[in-house]
């Protein structure tokens, strides 16, 4: 029998406590996710294991609803900002929620179909990922980046068709701004 | 077809933008809930409208998972602390989290079996709601409790158990700190 219990979210470090999983996306991890793969191999050679970001998960099986936080570290591998890996779930039923703790980023969306929306991740914003919208977060601040999500326990990871194909937009530093560009790279299966 | 979007909360005030929907439950809309009735009847005869919480969704039929906020005033009724009605969900699968943005209180639960559990509300913690635990947020304080909650959409709120019969526990106020004692007007069916 599961029992209520008070989980303690850290709005600035993400800290989620008690946890029940947690696992650290590396620079090296994201190899083939970003646009410029050589920058990527190079500094993986020059700064070695750098985390990109952290994933703390509160789940219970017996639960419907999960949640937890993402920590996001900011950074560029050349102009493009850190980013997770991107997502669609597994159940095209399941959306999810997002809600900004701190720092400052974009949530990129894709529909099947192909149609693209950005929302802004600022403090006090609660971003809503409808059914079968794939998501991936951007970190374009200096800081950390920190949200707490909340998804179905059953909504399943997707990551494939992402990593195969990339998304249609990627985000970009032009002039210190974030910059939505066409992803040269995307390829249309 | 449903798209993404940047909805606002506001931890102080408990304002959603956009929201879907709204209500405000008064003091004349809980009789019977609280302990001391006559008390209650005074209030109401002399204060007239009072509200003891208001309720923001952000809800979309087609999504699986739904959000708002809880705005709870501070208050008693007597020693008794201004409280929501308190409730089990209709599917029996489905729990909640409460994620608690300002203020301070206390949420109590109950399983079917009779089990009470309590979990502080103070900001920075979600209280993971399992699955048909009743579930019913006190304000404890002297502010606003705001609080942001997740749940199925597909949930559905059963009202009518602890209204007939209230809840095992209640929580008054014992030389100014909350306090949980059996209720004596408890009726077991």
Same mark, same amino acid.
């Given at each position: 029998?599961?029992?209520?219990?008070?989980?303690?979210?850290?709005?600035?470090?993400? @800290?989620?406590?008690? /946890?029940?999983?947690? !696992?650290?996306?590396?620079?090296?991890?994201?190899?083939?996710?970003?646009?410029?793969?050589?920058?990527?191999?190079?500094?993986?050679?020059?700064?070695? @294991?750098?985390?990109?970001?952290?994933?703390?998960? !509160?789940?219970? /099986?017996?639960?419907?609803?999960?949640?937890?936080?993402?920590?996001?570290?900011?950074? #560029?591998?050349?102009?493009?900002?850190?980013?997770?890996?991107?997502?669609?779930?597994?159940?095209?039923?399941?959306?999810?929620? !997002?809600?900004?703790?701190?720092?400052?980023?974009?949530?990129?969306?894709?529909?099947?179909?192909?149609?693209?929306?950005?929302?802004?991740? #600022?403090?006090?914003?609660? =971003?809503?990922?409808?059914?079968?919208? /794939?998501?991936?977060?951007?970190?374009?601040?200096?800081? #950390?980046?920190?949200?707490?999500?909340?998804? =179905?326990?059953? =909504?399943?990871? @997707?990551?494939?068709?992402?990593?195969?194909?990339?998304?249609?937009?990627?985000?970009?530093?032009?002039?210190?701004?974030?910059?939505? =560009?066409?992803?040269?790279?995307?390829?249309?299966?």
């Amino acid at each position: 029998m599961l029992f209520p219990e008070g989980v303690s979210v850290d709005g600035r470090t993400g @800290e989620v406590s008690p /946890a029940t999983d947690r !696992y650290t996306k590396t620079l090296a991890d994201l190899r083939g996710f970003f646009r410029d793969s050589a920058k990527l191999d190079e500094m993986v050679a020059t700064q070695g @294991e750098v985390p990109v970001y952290e994933v703390i998960g !509160y789940r219970k /099986a017996e639960s419907d609803l999960s949640f937890g936080t993402t920590i996001m570290s900011p950074g #560029k591998v050349g102009d493009e900002y850190f980013m997770t890996r991107g997502h669609f779930h597994v159940r095209r039923d399941r959306g999810e929620v !997002y809600y900004t703790q701190s720092g400052e980023g974009l949530l990129l969306l894709e529909s099947r179909d192909g149609d693209t929306r950005v929302v802004e991740m #600022k403090p006090g914003i609660c =971003a809503f990922i409808p059914p079968d919208w /794939a998501h991936r977060s951007i970190n374009t601040g200096p800081e #950390k980046l920190v949200f707490t999500w909340f998804c =179905a326990t059953d =909504a399943g990871h @997707e990551y494939g068709e992402i990593q195969e194909r990339g998304m249609r937009k990627l985000v970009v530093d032009r002039g210190g701004e974030p910059f939505v =560009a066409a992803n040269p790279n995307f390829a249309e299966r």
